[in-house]
């Protein structure tokens, strides 16, 4: 039972460039959501899903898409990385009001 | 905007010694969380409170939701290098159906041996 795993656990991109980031939970939980944890600013809400094939925006979601095609994937995708981007982020999925979190993906946009 | 509001937010202490943390908020949770965040590592959720003054233990760790459910408080007695870490208190807002969780900013504490 892995939880919730996270790819790639760090990247460095260039700004304009494009990536998906990846998460997975295998504990059959309905909600998941992406987090980015930036100094200072604690955990700020980017997208979330309560369902397979549904998706929702959060507080900070310009710049950033998601998809759930599956219930057990969340995809969080930057189209034209900007500086403002470089942060950790942390994806997790929900089990009635216990959250549980990947180990993180560190992206640097330079 | 719902916020979530920590203190302090950072505190250096010697082992054995108590402390409390904060969380504030002018708004009313459903319920409050509390992580441990160690570095390089996604948070860890340490308890749940969800009724107004519930008070919740966990070995010397002390949680305790306000009777408004508006704030919350941790209370680590004796603490031990092993707490050091980030901690983190999220609210989840009363509207019926969602799942959106609001993060203070957290307490960053090291506890020297």
């Known amino acids: 039972n892995a939880g919730v795993t996270q790819t790639p656990k760090f990247r460095v991109l260039k700004t304009g460039q494009s990536m998906t980031l990846l998460c997975a939970q295998d504990?059959?939980?309905?909600?998941m959501y992406w987090y980015r944890q930036d100094p200072g600013m604690g955990l700020r809400l980017i997208h979330y899903s309560v369902g397979e094939g549904t998706t929702a925006k959060g507080e900070v979601p310009d710049g950033y898409n998601v998809s759930r095609l599956k219930k057990q994937n969340f995809l969080l995708g930057l189209e034209s990385a900007a500086p403002s981007q470089t942060s950790v982020y942390f994806c997790a999925s929900t089990s009635w009001y216990e959250q549980y979190f990947g180990p993180g993906t560190r992206l640097t946009v330079t | 905007t719902q916020l979530l509001e920590q203190s302090p937010q950072f505190l250096s202490i010697q082992e054995g010694e108590n402390l409390t943390v904060y969380c504030n908020s002018s708004s009313v949770f459903s319920s409050l969380q509390w992580y441990r965040q160690e570095p390089g590592e996604g948070p860890v959720l340490l308890v749940t409170?969800?009724?107004?003054?519930e008070v919740k233990k966990l070995k010397r760790l002390t949680f305790q939701f306000g009777d408004a459910r508006k704030d919350s408080s941790l209370h680590i007695t004796a603490a031990q290098p092993g707490d050091t870490g980030l901690y983190l208190c999220?609210?989840?807002?009363?509207?019926?159906?969602?799942?959106?969780?609001?993060f203070g900013t957290g307490t960053r504490l090291k506890v020297l041996a």
């Open positions: 409170v969800v009724t107004g003054g």
């Open positions: 999220a609210g989840a807002p009363p509207v019926s159906g969602t799942y959106k969780y609001i």
């Open positions: 504990m059959n939980h309905e909600y």
